[in-house]
């Protein structure tokens, strides 16, 4: 198939296309298009207008501070996961961006954009809940800053508004001997993720400080298992915790149907699957 038709805009600047967005009913925003023109082509989005921002200077920068890294809304994965700075702040985000699609797309493809379009299968929206990053929102009325943990609503459903448009990403460093873990199950390496587990993992003086764990892929949105927190937090890393936490894994997950798996067989992959992550991530514990 291709898209129907449609109009079409390169803006010159941030302005440009904010009063571009504020001026027309229907547009969308085109950064990498990985996702966008596959949709476009499918006619699942059927636009008036697209607004495409490549040409405007300025919003393929990440700047890595004491205390966050920032990531425009032109940032490539793939630039991205070259940056040594990056991933040494963002262990996590390094840990699963190999994971993201292939390398042609990743060359394309927008970290900003894959969390703006909200994909329930894709890494970012999942690493992005599970460091607890800062969305920042623009508009012609000004910007709002919106959690993570609160922007992703349902399928492919967030807190963007339509005029607004998501010009960065602020991921906190993560703090000294943090831990990723990370992995997905998919038909093959590249594909979309059916179910994985994003998270981070902080041991101090043996016991576990801090345990940020999300379920994807198999959800409507990215889900914070907070339940498991609880049961891990304070306790110190061992074989039989990590049997219990996978369990718990499972039975919080609530996957959704598909023709692929009953929701019951997710179950025992998450449980399978968080025991191999949980084991990789814990097996440099000082404990």
């Not at 906190?172 to 873990?181: H, L, S, T, Y």
């Amino acid at each position: 198939m291709k898209s129907a038709n449609f109009a079409y805009i390169r803006a010159t600047s941030l302005d440009h296309a904010l009063s571009t967005l504020a001026n027309t009913e229907d547009a969308i925003v085109l950064a990498g298009g990985q996702s966008l023109v596959a949709a476009l082509n499918l006619r699942l989005q059927v636009p008036e207008l697209v607004v495409d921002i490549n040409h405007v200077p300025g919003l393929d920068q990440i700047e890595i501070g004491d205390d966050e890294v920032r990531i425009g809304p032109l940032v490539r994965h793939a630039q991205l996961m070259a940056s040594d700075e990056a991933t040494k702040a963002l262990p996590l985000i390094g840990k699963a961006l190999p994971h993201v699609a292939h390398p042609a797309i990743r060359n394309r493809g927008t970290t900003c954009g894959s969390l703006a379009y909200g994909d329930p299968a894709a890494e970012m929206p999942a690493c992005a809940v599970a460091l607890g990053a800062t969305l920042v929102l623009a508009s012609t009325d000004g910007t709002r800053e919106v959690a993570a943990r609160e922007f992703f609503e349902g399928l492919y459903e967030t807190q963007r508004a339509p005029h607004e448009m998501l010009i960065e990403a602020r991921f906190p460093v993560a703090p000294k001997g943090a831990r990723p873990v990370f992995d997905e199950v998919a038909a093959r390496r590249g594909d979309f993720a059916t179910l994985g587990l994003a998270g981070q993992i902080h041991v101090d003086s043996g016991v576990i400080a801090a345990f940020d764990l999300v379920a994807f892929g198999s959800e409507p949105a990215p889900l914070l298992l907070e339940n498991v927190a609880d049961i891990a937090l304070g306790k110190a890393p061992n074989p039989g915790l990590i049997t219990d936490l996978s369990q718990a894994v499972a039975d919080q997950v609530h996957p959704m149907e598909s023709p692929l798996a009953t929701p019951q067989m997710r179950r025992r992959q998450y449980r399978a699957l968080a025991e191999r992550c949980l084991h990789a991530a814990m097996e440099f514990a000082d404990v």
